[in-house]
């Protein structure tokens, strides 16, 4: 975080075998399901190619925003969604970052009171929860609302973190 190079280290001899440089101070880097490689750094998502260590389509995808770590979920319409808290809602006035990866667009998902998420988690195609840097658990119902999670009729807060399983229960 905030080298704005990605190293590539082979894991049988631990050498450095490539670097991917100036890619500005990067928030938070995640394996797609889809074997491309996800990186996030003020105002743009990179997606990189392991194969030849290069950015897919020759650039990231701009955004408006101070994105986190990228997160996954499916959907149904156009495949894979990037998932994202914006780091500073201050700046270009949202809570989460939405990216289409298909069409390489964004969207943004407001919340009220200037919320920040530290931890975001996909659930499925069109819901995930999301904790503050003040301990409330969100939903958000994609594409469009976040608000806070009422669970047996009561909001939760003072959440430290959050998990999600792919087990129903029975």
Partial sequence: QGSGRITVINLNSFQTVATIPNLGPLNGITAGPNGFLY???TNILYEIDPRDNTLRNGQGIA???QPGKPVFVGDPFSGLRVLMAHLNPAFGGSALISVDLANR???TIP?????????VVGVSANRAFATTTS???YQ????STAAPAII???AINNARSIVASPEYPS
Avoid at 113 to 118: Q, R, T
Avoid at 140 to 143: E, F
């Fill in 152 to 154: 047996g009729g009561t």
């Fill in 39 to 41: 990186a996030s750094a």
């Fill in 111 to 119: 919340a009220t009171g200037g919320i920040v998420f530290d931890r």
């Fill in 63 to 65: 955004l408006n925003a």
């Fill in 105 to 107: 667009t964004f969207t």
């Fill in 140 to 143: 958000i119902d994609l594409p």
């Fill in 135 to 137: 301990g409330q658990l």
